[in-house]
């Protein structure tokens, strides 16, 4: 699987949009951006993923660049609740391919 | 239920003694993982199952890391004689090929606390 290179730690307002970069500028033509998620003392949480389009759930959007090396995750509202660290993963999307879990990015949510 | 169960929530044992985590995963799901996280590190894959056979355990750490899975459900990662620095958030996690395989629903993790 690519590699993924995401910052160590971002802040945001409460209430602001969060805007989470990540860069894969090595992603394989057939391999996907995956996107979770841990809260702390808690197991990671699957937030969203997607191939070359734009995609948007209850959850986040994802942006994806046209030459695909590099994705951002928009969490449009924050809330205190969504400081977590956040885990860019690039994947193929069938068959047997575990998920290997980088350093990801701390975000933190202030008042 | 709904989600992935994983069994003992906590489990504090003395070095050498033996252990059993237990992961029930979503019913349905035909892949389980195994990962390990220790304080303030991330994760690290131990196993995977797809089904009951294991075709990739090349995360167990060492030889006193065993796993093993009865059909498609419940699953028992086992320790033996602990070390210290098998202490750790032990996170069990299922998939459903029907999502694509990338999709892991995770439990809340054992803690295991080795004296």
């Known amino acids: 699987d690519a590699k993924t290179t995401q910052p160590p730690s971002m802040d945001c307002a409460e209430g602001r949009a969060a805007n989470l970069p990540c860069n894969h500028s090595?992603?394989?033509?057939?391999?996907?951006v995956y996107w979770y998620r841990q809260i702390h003392s808690q197991g990671p949480q699957y937030i969203i993923h997607g191939l070359k389009n734009n995609e948007t759930n209850e959850m986040a959007s994802l942006i994806i660049t046209e030459d695909r090396k590099s994705s951002t995750l928009i969490l449009p509202h924050a809330t205190l609740r969504d400081t977590a660290v956040y885990y860019c993963i690039v994947r193929v999307y069938s068959g047997y391919s575990t998920l290997t879990f980088g350093k990801g990015t701390m975000l933190l949510v202030s008042p | 239920g709904a989600g992935v169960s994983q069994s003992p929530s906590n489990k504090v044992t003395e070095k050498g003694k033996d252990v059993e985590l237990r992961c029930d995963p979503i019913?349905?799901?035909?892949?389980l993982y195994w990962y390990r996280q220790r304080l303030g590190q991330g994760l690290e894959f131990l196993i995977y199952?797809?089904?009951?056979?294991?075709?990739?355990k090349s995360g167990l750490p060492s030889d006193r890391f065993s796993a093993e899975r009865t059909g498609e459900s419940v699953s028992t990662l086992t320790i033996q004689r602990t070390q210290q620095e098998d202490s750790a958030v032990y996170l069990c996690?299922?998939?459903?090929?029907?999502?694509?395989?990338?999709?892991?629903?995770f439990g809340e993790g054992s803690r295991l606390t080795v004296l």
């Open positions: 996690a299922s998939s459903s090929p029907q999502l694509g395989g990338g999709e892991l629903f």
């Open positions: 090595t992603i394989s033509g057939n391999e996907y």
């Open positions: 019913s349905g799901h035909t892949a």
């Open positions: 199952f797809q089904g009951n056979s294991a075709p990739d």
